[in-house]
């Protein structure tokens, strides 16, 4: 069973910085696409980052793009997203997803595109 618990989120105020991490566990994820997405109150669930687990493609959403970075530790079976320069409207709970590869040069963007999911963890940033 793939089990995906994120932690690092926080309140930080406008302009620092955030390491989410996520701990994967259940299975191997050599063939894997995992992501983060975040949902603000009242907005749909949208993406942030993905990365495939065994390198090297990597998507951004235009919104953190140069702001933020995602990467794993093949060691720990953890993902990450460093997340610098952050602003209010990055507000909200950060979910950690993880899906098959279902293509050598495709990588999952969509939120129904993932099978498995964290609990998420909150991330505030205050002005």
């Known amino acids: 069973q793939v089990q995906l618990v994120e932690s690092g989120g926080g309140l930080v105020q406008a302009g620092g910085s955030l390491r989410l991490s996520c701990a994967a566990s259940?299975?191997?994820?050599?063939?894997?696409?995992m992501s983060w997405f975040r949902q603000a109150p009242g907005k749909e669930r949208e993406f942030v980052a993905a990365?495939?687990?065994?390198?090297?493609?990597?998507l951004y959403a235009d919104s953190v793009k140069g702001r933020f970075t995602i990467s794993v530790d093949n060691a720990k079976n953890t993902l990450y997203l460093q997340m610098n320069s952050l602003k209010p409207e990055d507000t909200a709970v950060y979910y950690c997803?993880?899906?098959?590869?279902?293509?050598?040069?495709?990588?999952?963007?969509?939120?129904?595109?993932?099978?498995?999911w964290g609990q998420g963890t909150q991330v505030t940033v205050s002005s």
């Open positions: 990365i495939n687990w065994s390198g090297p493609i990597i």
């Open positions: 259940g299975r191997t994820f050599t063939n894997y696409a």
């Open positions: 997803a993880a899906a098959p590869r279902v293509g050598t040069y495709y990588l999952q963007t969509g939120r129904y595109e993932y099978n498995y």
